[in-house]
């Protein structure tokens, strides 16, 4: 896939283990998200970048850190995660000129996380 | 506050009949609402939306949906299914006044050869 690309597609980490999930995407969009995504849930949506700015932290635990170092890069650094954090990990992005604007959001493939 | 509701978990047809996946919606103004589609092991793939205009919506793969704003739904629909059509499918609703998605639970769509 050339539109989001997340690394990496599988992790398994300890509890006590620091480690980070990386997102580009390479479709020009200003603006982009993570989400978890957990079996028979919506989506929960976690962080949102617009310009580079963070807009939204949906009362994410403070052991998930994004970074967002440019507009096409989104980091999340992960540490002293619990076995509950198991999930699957999605990074989207999408062009946000105002709020009216209707664009829909591209998906990445995922990473598949697991917390032992 | 917006919110989606799929009340199907899981969709069983035959392949060549038609295909629907039902979703309901909730926003405070008007609706900018999308559908996705999962395939294993993968992100989700965008399929249509509905911004304005003509209630139904064609989309990709064959795929179409039909805004009702009385019923508050938007369901999607195919006339002729197709064993490649089982996923994992997605509705979602965005507030035009808000950038934020907001996701169903998900309908699992099985077609069986």
């Known amino acids: 896939e050339t539109g989001v690309t997340q690394t990496p597609r599988h992790l398994v980490m300890g509890m006590t283990n620091k480690k980070s999930l990386k997102c580009e995407q390479h479709?020009?969009?200003?603006?982009m998200y993570w989400y978890k995504q957990s079996a028979k849930k919506p989506l929960e949506l976690m962080f949102v970048?617009?310009?580079?700015?963070?807009?939204e932290n949906n009362s994410v635990p403070s052991r998930f850190s994004p970074e967002c170092p440019n507009s096409s890069h989104l980091f999340l650094h992960l540490h002293t995660l619990q076995p509950e954090d198991s999930a699957l990990y999605l990074c989207?992005?999408?062009?946000?000129?105002?709020?009216?604007?209707?664009?829909?959001?591209?998906f990445g493939p995922g990473t598949r996380l697991t917390v032992t | 506050a917006q919110s989606v509701a799929q009340p199907e978990d899981q969709v069983n047809v035959a392949e060549g009949n038609p295909l629907t996946v039902k979703c309901t919606y909730s926003?405070?103004?008007?609706?900018?609402l999308f559908w996705y589609v999962q395939y294993p092991n993968r992100g989700l793939q965008f399929l249509l939306k509905?911004?304005?205009?003509?209630?139904l919506v064609k989309g990709s793969y064959g795929f179409e949906a039909e805004f009702n704003k009385s019923q508050t739904s938007f369901h999607l629909k195919k006339p002729s299914a197709l064993v490649s059509d089982s996923a994992l499918y997605f509705c979602?609703?965005?507030?035009?006044?808000?950038?934020?998605?907001?996701f169903g639970a998900g309908t699992t769509v099985t077609v069986r050869a």
């Open positions: 509905y911004i304005t205009g003509d209630n």
């Open positions: 989207a992005s999408s062009q946000v000129k105002g709020t009216g604007d209707p664009y829909e959001q591209y």
């Open positions: 479709l020009g969009h200003n603006a």
């Open positions: 979602a609703v965005r507030d035009i006044d808000d950038y934020k998605l907001s």
């Open positions: 970048y617009s310009l580079e700015e963070r807009v």
């Open positions: 926003v405070s103004g008007n609706p900018y």
